[in-house]
């Protein structure tokens, strides 16, 4: 009699536990996508909707018109092919540069402990705080007179995108057994014939998740671009939102769908590195 | 045969024997660091010595540093930094770890799930700012939209131009950006976890506190420091979200160390100031990465 009480308890208690559990997940959720769905409804609204009291949950009829507005009718066009450039130039130069570099790290022991040295000088610029960097990285610039240039930003990138790749790609080059090469070293091969033929196609996976980890860094990076450009020759996209955020008019509207269109390219690639993210976002420390 | 591979081998480990092939590698990338990283930190080091106008530099010696420490705006800067790390990392902490434990044995986080949690995170931080000057906005904002709907009285709630909410409103923001990193970081740690120690608890009949405290907590503490450590550093550096929403208003309110220092360097055009102040936040953030890679340490290597 009591032991079926108990039980009956017991399974109270455990819905009771599932339902919180739920009720939890379920506004959890809704705290992280409301925000995403909130950017893209705004965009899609006509003026009387933005600025109605109450919100309109749901705009009546999705109204292109800010988009058309940003693509057509302002310097948008200009700024995003700036941020594709440099974003496409900075992660092509890290990513060479720095698959070169980890290879050497990873497979040669190179005199006086330098791989240790190096590896861990590498791993320590991801201390720097980017404010740190830019103050004299600015000063440098402006005495090579490449202040507003493209260029500019592309090197610039490589303070975290470099010490980044080589990181990683050490990583990646570490998990494959070095009797890959060195059966085609007896073969007659060069060591860079072994690394192009045998090495690279092994860890095309892994360069190219670094390569689209370096493109979303590049691509959303913002304090460098803001000290270092401007005007439309080297703006990027984050600065031009934000220029038109801290005006003393805010078109909302602009905004809104300029910053839809600064996120798409952000869907494709979580899509595309959601298997190595969690490696890529900590830094290579954890492998999941 | 094993005699054969025997002297490629050590050829390819030493450095030596393969000519320049393997300095060839690396040194664009060295290059490119010394370049980029080395002579900045020489260049700033030096700077911090001086007063810079655009007339010339003056040699001032240790003037910078002696006026950050009667700076009381240096002070509140760094102190609200971190006001706002603490913050922030609790917060992340723990719905992260509430999240972990939770869907841990519920889903697989795959697919579709796990690209719109990593949206908030890899979205530029500019954009992010974006999404919650139209949340917070006192008069058409949604949140006190929703807040109006429910019946609250609104007019007083201006969210980020109240100097005693904006900075707990920027807590707010990291959070939804960044708790989903801290969820992701301890759910392949907790998935990294082997099943034998849980059945050994098991047939001990520990309760669920008990496995959790004994056995959970100490092998997801790698996982932990890990999240924690990357989580302190960038709050430490701060700056994108916060320029975006509140330019460290109202007042002087939400002005964290990074957005200090940038106003210094490029509004006032104090670079000499500006560098010291750089050098401090640096030796702060080392020193509290040193802090947890001395935990770190310590849990890989039990004594």
Known sequence: MSGTQSQKRRRVVGHVWTAGKYAFLAAMLLFFLFPLYWLVATALKTQAEMFSVPPVWWPERFALDYFRDILFRSSFGRLAWNSVVVAGGSTLLSVVVGTMGAYSLSRFRLPFGLNRHISFWILSTRMFPPIVSIVPLFLIMRSLDLVDTRLALILAYSVFNLPFVVWMMKGFFDELPRELEESALIDGDTPFGAFRRIILPLVRPGLAATAVFCLIVAWNEFLFALVLTQTEAALTLPVGIANQVTQYEIRWGAMSAAGVVAMIPLFVFALLVQRHLVRGLSYGAVKG | MERDLATPVTSL??????????????????????????????????????????????????????????????????????????GALTLEFFFGLALALLLDSEIRARGLWRALLLLPMILPPVVVGVIWRLIYN???????????????????????ADPSVALAALVVVD???????????????????????????????????????????????????????????????????????????????TETISLYIYKTAFRFFDFGYAAAMSLVLLVATLIVSRFYLGFLQKKERPT
């Open chain 2, 175 to 253: 959070v939804w950006e960044w708790t989903p990193f801290v969820f992701l970081i301890l759910l392949a740690g907790l998935q990294a976890i082997p099943e034998e120690p849980y059945e050994a608890a098991r047939i001990d009949g520990s309760s669920a506190w008990q496995t959790f405290r004994h056995i959970t907590l100490p092998l997801l503490a790698p996982a932990i420091l890990v999240a924690l450590l990357l989580r302190t550093m960038d709050l430490l550096r701060l700056f994108d979200q916060v320029f975006i929403l509140t330019q460290g208003g109202p007042g002087f309110a």
């Open chain 2, 138 to 160: 006192p008069n058409f904002g949604v949140l006190n939209g929703a807040l109006q709907l429910l019946g609250v009285d609104t007019t007083r709630l201006t969210w980020l």
């Open chain 2, 13 to 86: 480990r030493r450095a030596g024997r393969q000519g320049f092939f393997p300095y060839l590698f690396l040194a664009p990338a060295v290059a490119l660091l010394l370049a980029l990283t080395v002579y900045p930190l020489l260049y700033i080091v030096r700077i911090s010595l001086y007063r810079l106008t655009p007339a010339g530099e003056t040699f001032v010696g240790g003037e910078n540093f002696l006026r950050l420490v009667r700076d009381p705006f240096f002070f509140q800067s760094l102190g609200q930094t971190f006001l706002l790390m603490a």
